[in-house]
C-alpha cells in the first residue's frame, strides 16, 4: 500500500491552542511520519502536553487541522472521534489505570469495550499483553495501587496496547523511573514498536530517551515546532532555546559527541 | 475485507491461513482457531502456510500460537511456513507468552466463606469501634495540647471550617426544618381535631422540635453534608500522599487537619440546632395559623405555656456531642482511605452511614439519661 504508508501517522497544521487571553500553541505544524518514534522536547509548561492533549481529543483547537492516519479530527463529532480513537493507545504520565479494576481488567477493558470475545480468549490476551511488556500473569491479579512506579508504566503501556494501535503517545514515560527501569522502559518501548510496527509519539525529558529510541526529535518553543529531526540535528541546532536545551549543564555529559 | 480462514491445504497434514488476522475478525478468528482441523495422528509434521495472512495483530498471533500449542498437545510437531518478514517479529515475541499455566484457584466450601464473612464482620465491629476511640483518643490529646499552648490551635482554619460548616450550611438547614416543623403541626392539626384536641398541636410541635427533631434533624443533615465532605476531603489528601508529607515534617495531621474540622462542627452544630429549631417553630405556627386558623398571637401564648427552657436545654445539650461523634466518624474514614478511588466512595459512605446510626443511637441515650435526672 504505498498511498497509505506516505501520508503520514499524524499530521498537525497551523494548529492554535489557547485559554482565556493567551494562546500556548501559536500556529504548530508537526508531521509524525509512519513507523517512527519521534520525541517531543519543550520547556516546562511549554504546551507539550497540550499539544498532545489536543491531538488526542482531550482539547479542542482554536484554529488549524489536526490529521490522524489521514483521516480529519472533526472535534464535532464524538462518534467519528471515536473511531479515530481506535488507532491510537495512550499512556499517560501517571498511568491513568482504573484504581478500581485489577491490572487484568484494566487491559481487558479496551478490549471488552471494542471486540466481541470470550472471557477464556480475554484472559489470555491480557495476560499475552502483560508478558509483552515484561509483567507477570500474577501481577495481573494486583490493583494499580499496590503496583511500584514502573510497574504501572508498564501496566498502562500494555492497556494502551490492547487494541493494537497503530500510534501510540506516551507522555513523559520514563518520568520517575531509575535509570535502569528507565533504560529498560525504552528498550521494551523499542522492542514493541518494532514487533508491532507501532507510530511512537513520545513527550520526554529524558535525554537517554531522546538518544537511543527517538528516530526524530521536535523542539517545541514559543508555541511553535522550532526544530525537527534526528538528534544530531538538534544537537547542532542555532537555535537559541535547543542550543541551551542540549548543551547546558546536565546535557553536556549525556549527550552524543557533536563536535 | 475478506474474512480471515484456516483450511486445509493440498497434502494431508498442511493448512492455510489467510486473510486478516486481526481483533476486527475475532468473532471468526475465535471460531476458526476453536474448531482445529482434526489431522491424522499418524502424521508427525504439520505445516501451517501463513504466506495468505495480510494482516496480523497480537490477537491473530495468540490464536495461531493456541492452534500451534493445541497440535503439540496431540503430540504433533507443527511448523508455521511462509512466515511474512514483517509478522516474524510478533509470533516470536507471542510465542514466549502464557507460558506459566494459570494458578487454580483453591474451591471453598461455600458454607466455610459464609461463616468467615460473618466472623470477619463481627471482628470488623470490634476494629471500626477502635479506630473511632482511637481517633477520639488523638483528638482529645491534640485539645489537651491546644490548651496548653493554645497558638498550636489552627484558628485560620478553624475559622474557615466554621464557615463552611456552619454559616453555609444554614439556608439549607433552616428551610428543611421549616418544612418539617410545618408538617409536624399540619399531621398534628389534621389528627388532633377528630377529638377536639387541635389547640394541642402547639405543645407537640413545641416539645418536639425543642427536644428532639430540631437537633437530630440538624445532625442527620450535617452529617451527611459535611461529614462526608470531611472524609472525602481527608481521604483524597491520604491517596495523594499529603498527609505522609505532613508527618514527614514533623507536624500532626490531627492537630492541623483533624481538631479545625472537629472544632468547628462542635461550635457550628448548636448555632445550627438553634437555628433550625426556631425555624421549625415558625414553620409549625405558620401552618397553625393557615392550616389550622390559629392566630399568631394564641400560638406563641400557648407556647410559652407549653415549653419551658428545659425542653430547650434538653436539644441543644446534646448537638456539641452529637457534632463530635460526627466529626470523629468523619476523620477516622477518611484516615482509613487506601489507595482506589472505589475505598474513597466506600469510606465515605460509610462515614456517612456510621455517624446517621451514632447519632440516634446517642440520642437514645439521652433519652434515657434526661428522663431519669427528670429533664
Redesign the interface.
Known amino acids: 500500500m504505498p498511498d497509505s504508508s506516505q501520508t503520514p501517522a499524524i499530521s498537525v497544521r497551523d494548529l492554535t491552542v489557547g485559554f482565556g487571553e493567551k494562546n500556548v500553541l501559536d500556529g504548530l505544524s508537526l508531521d509524525v511520519r509512519r513507523g517512527e518514534i519521534l520525541g517531543l522536547v519543550g520547556a516546562s509548561g511549554g504546551g507539550k502536553s497540550v499539544l498532545l492533549r489536543t491531538i488526542i481529543g482531550l482539547i479542542p483547537p482554536r484554529e488549524g487541522r489536526i490529521a490522524i492516519m489521514g483521516a480529519e479530527s472533526d472535534y464535532g463529532d464524538t462518534a467519528a472521534m471515536q473511531e479515530i480513537g481506535r488507532h491510537w493507545g495512550i499512556l499517560f504520565q501517571q498511568g491513568a489505570l482504573f484504581?478500581?479494576l485489577t491490572v487484568q481488567q484494566n487491559v481487558q477493558f479496551p478490549?471488552r469495550e471494542?471486540?466481541?470475545?470470550?472471557q477464556t480468549?480475554l484472559?489470555?490476551?491480557a495476560?499475552?499483553?502483560l508478558?509483552?511488556v515484561g509483567l507477570?500473569?500474577?501481577d495481573g491479579n494486583k490493583?494499580?495501587?499496590?503496583l511500584s512506579g514502573g510497574m504501572t508504566k508498564r501496566a498502562a503501556l500494555a492497556r494502551a496496547?490492547a487494541?493494537?494501535p497503530e500510534i501510540v503517545f506516551l507522555d513523559e514515560p520514563t518520568s520517575g523511573l531509575d535509570p535502569i527501569s528507565a533504560s529498560d522502559f525504552d528498550a521494551l518501548i523499542s522492542?514493541l514498536q518494532?514487533?508491532?510496527?507501532l507510530t511512537v509519539f513520545m513527550v520526554t525529558h529524558d535525554l537517554d530517551s531522546l538518544n537511543t529510541v527517538c528516530d526524530r526529535v521536535a523542539a517545541l518553543s514559543g508555541g511553535k515546532i522550532v526544530e525537527v529531526g534526528p538528534i544530531e540535528q538538534l544537537v547542532s541546532s542555532q537555535h537559541p532555546w535547543v542550543r541551551s536545551y542540549f548543551h547546558n549543564a546536565r546535557a553536556r555529559t549525556r549527550a552524543p559527541a557533536s563536535h | 475485507m475478506s474474512d480471515p480462514t484456516l483450511t486445509r491445504g493440498v497434502s494431508p497434514a498442511s493448512l492455510i491461513a489467510s486473510g486478516p488476522w486481526t481483533a476486527a475478525q475475532s468473532v471468526s478468528l475465535e471460531r476458526l482457531a476453536a474448531a482445529l482441523p482434526a489431522i491424522d495422528a499418524q502424521k508427525k509434521n504439520v505445516v501451517i502456510d501463513l504466506s495468505g495472512v495480510e494482516h496480523l495483530d497480537t490477537l491473530g498471533a495468540w490464536l495461531l500460537e493456541r492452534v500451534v500449542r493445541r497440535y503439540q498437545l496431540q503430540h504433533l510437531k507443527p511448523t508455521l511456513v511462509g512466515v511474512p518478514e514483517r509478522f516474524r517479529g510478533l509470533l516470536e515475541k507471542i510465542h514466549d507468552v502464557n507460558r506459566r499455566p494459570p494458578v487454580p484457584q483453591p474451591e471453598r466450601n461455600r458454607l466455610a466463606v459464609g461463616l468467615e464473612r460473618i466472623g470477619r464482620a463481627t471482628a470488623g465491629v470490634y476494629t471500626d469501634f477502635g479506630y473511632f476511640l482511637a481517633m477520639l483518643g488523638a483528638i482529645g490529646a491534640s485539645l489537651g495540647g491546644a490548651v496548653l499552648r493554645p497558638r498550636s490551635l489552627r484558628a485560620t482554619s478553624t475559622v474557615y471550617h466554621l464557615y463552611r460548616v456552619g454559616w453555609q450550611a444554614v439556608p439549607i438547614v433552616v428551610l428543611i426544618t421549616f418544612l418539617i416543623g410545618g408538617i409536624i403541626a399540619q399531621q398534628g392539626i389534621f389528627h388532633f381535631r377528630k377529638f377536639g384536641a387541635d389547640a394541642y398541636v402547639v405543645d407537640m410541635v413545641g416539645i418536639l422540635v425543642l427536644r428532639e427533631i430540631g437537633v437530630l434533624i440538624v445532625s442527620i443533615m450535617v452529617a451527611g453534608r459535611s461529614g462526608s465532605a470531611y472524609t472525602a476531603e481527608l481521604g483524597s489528601m491520604k491517596m495523594r500522599e499529603e498527609i505522609d508529607a505532613l508527618r514527614t515534617m514533623g507536624r500532626d495531621p490531627v492537630n492541623i487537619l483533624v481538631l479545625p474540622r472537629v472544632i468547628a462542627l462542635v461550635c457550628a452544630l448548636p448555632i445550627l440546632t438553634f437555628l433550625g429549631s426556631m425555624a421549625a417553630l415558625y414553620g409549625g405556627g405558620l401552618v397553625a395559623w393557615f392550616y389550622g386558623g390559629m392566630s399568631p398571637d394564641i400560638f406563641i401564648a400557648r407556647l410559652r405555656e407549653a415549653v419551658s427552657v428545659t425542653h430547650f436545654e434538653v436539644g441543644i445539650i446534646k448537638a456539641p456531642f452529637m457534632a463530635l461523634v460526627i466529626g470523629t466518624v468523619a476523620c477516622s474514614e477518611g484516615f482509613r482511605v487506601k489507595g482506589s478511588a472505589e475505598s474513597l466512595g466506600l469510606q465515605t459512605t460509610t462515614s456517612v452511614v456510621k455517624s446517621i446510626f451514632l447519632v440516634i443511637v446517642l440520642d437514645g441515650l439521652f433519652a434515657v439519661f434526661f428522663a431519669s435526672i427528670g429533664m
Open positions: 484504581s478500581s478490549m471494542n471486540l466481541e470475545i470470550s480468549l484472559d489470555e490476551l495476560t499475552a499483553k508478558e509483552m507477570s500473569a500474577d490493583f494499580p495501587s499496590e496496547l487494541l493494537d522492542t518494532q514487533t508491532l510496527g
